[in-house]
């Protein structure tokens, strides 16, 4: 199985940005597609985004399309999230998953067996 550890998260003001790191160790990241997930309190957990595992492909949840971005660097074993015009309804913990090794690109999150610690993202109005 791949590890995965999430950092990046924090307090920030409405409009602000952040960018989410994590880390894969364990096996050939570029083996995995990826994709970041979200849950805020009292939620269920939501997909964001997802990246096949060349990066060439991405998707992003409608509701952060045009403000978040995922992207990938093989090199670094290293899963990104960029976020910008953060608003208070993006608070959450976010955690970034792997599916099974080898699949491609899915943004069921119930086809995700790998999941990080989480980080926390908080957006004050």
């Known amino acids: 199985q791949v590890q995965l550890v999430e950092s990046g998260g924090g307090l920030v003001q409405d409009g602000g940005s952040l960018r989410l790191s994590c880390a894969a160790s ?7 597609a990826m994709g970041w997930f979200r849950q805020a309190p009292g939620k269920e957990r939501e997909f964001v985004a997802a990246i096949s595992w060349s990066g060439g492909v991405t998707a992003h949840a409608d509701s952060v399309k045009g403000r978040f971005t995922i992207s990938r660097d ?30 491609p690109l899915t943004t069921r999150l119930d086809q995700f067996l790998n999941w990080g610690q989480g980080t926390q993202v908080t957006v004050s109005s």
């Open 26 to 32: 364990g096996r050939t990241f570029s083996n995995y």
């Open 74 to 103: 093989n090199a670094k074993n290293t899963l990104y999230l960029q976020m910008n015009n953060l608003k208070p309804e993006d608070t959450a913990v976010y955690y970034c998953a792997a599916p099974r090794e080898g699949s």
